[in-house]
């Protein structure tokens, strides 16, 4: 049911600059006919909640605010439920104009928060969580996450420190690898785990060619790992959705709309651990743009 009733809005927009969950730009992979922009598949899965239009309405006021494309919303999965984050870059840091109280100044109908850094930290990102029924509620943000770069090595990488009412704190390690020229260093790095059992046999399912994308991301975290296919097709994700089982509605819906979806990129990310004896994938997550 979901094609018929998408809201043109969600129609594709050539004038406004494609990019990753980084907000690294590229180019539209096709010019096919009827295309939607990603932030279709986030109001199919915020149709699946009766107070989803909230959701929305707080997207529609950050683009207010900051111009289309420079929200990244993440999509994830955990238990069976869906929840959502949402990320806004600024590579110029301390010269940022994307400021969390510019964010938070569009979101005062939703959202408010006391957890802001000073702004001559030189985080170049800041993301946090939200629901439908907390933006319903006006509920507070009480964790904030901030991204500082790492400058070391030949690859690239970023710390990530989360704010909340227990003060500052380390979180995840991120490091970026070129799938087709990294295969080597992704191995030494997944392999490097102090959270599963021979980590580099455990994974190899994960690492099956379809579905890599173009960069790999491995995450280390405090309680797990994380591992992020980057730059990867439309049917890639549809077959994501479908492996880790998001809701039906949203399956649907993502593999009807891959072809008017192709000339995108998405962004897909696991979390994983041993649970009782065995690695298994605790969270998963999609991302798109805004």
Known sequence: MFPAEIPTALAFDPQVQLADFCLWPYDPLGVQPNRLKSEALLWAATRLDPLGDHMMAAIAALKAELGPGRTVWGMKLRDGALSFELYFYDYARQQRRVSPERVFRALSPFAVTRMLLPASRPYFMFSFDVTPSGLARRSPIDEISYYVGNPSGDVSSGLCHKLDAHGLHFANLYHFFHTASHREAIAGKLSASVHL????????????????????????????????????????????????????????????CVPRLDHLYFDLGLDYAMVDGRPTVTKCAVYGLA
Do not use: C, H
């Not at 173009?214 to 296919?229: E, H, P």
């Open 197 to 256: 059992d021979d980590a580099l046999e455990q994974m190899q399912d994960l690492l099956l060619p379809d579905r890599l994308g173009i960069v790999t991301v491995i995450a280390n975290k405090r309680s797990g790992d994380g591992l992020y296919y980057s730059r990867v097709r439309a049917r890639q994700m549809a077959d994501f959705l479908e492996r880790y089982r998001f809701p039906a509605q949203l399956r649907d819906f993502a593999r009807t």
